[in-house]
């Protein structure tokens, strides 16, 4: 679920920043162009998450 919810918000993140950024350069809006972009976005969150080490726990 946690895979779904970060492609999630990475799409909507990149699509407003790819509509934004294109208005103020005045051009027209691209959905393939923000979509590629959560693709490689998500890749690269998933990527990082998994070569981070992960913290051992005590055991007391």
Known sequence: MRY???FFWVFLLSHMIT????????APYDFT?????AV???V??????????KEQELNI
Request: proline share 3%.
């Open 19 to 26: 509509y934004i950024v294109g208005s103020m350069k005045a």
């Open 4 to 6: 779904f919810w970060t």
């Open 44 to 53: 690269f969150i998933f990527f990082i998450t998994g070569a981070m080490p």
């Open 40 to 42: 490689v976005v998500t």
């Open 33 to 37: 162009v923000g979509t590629i972009l």
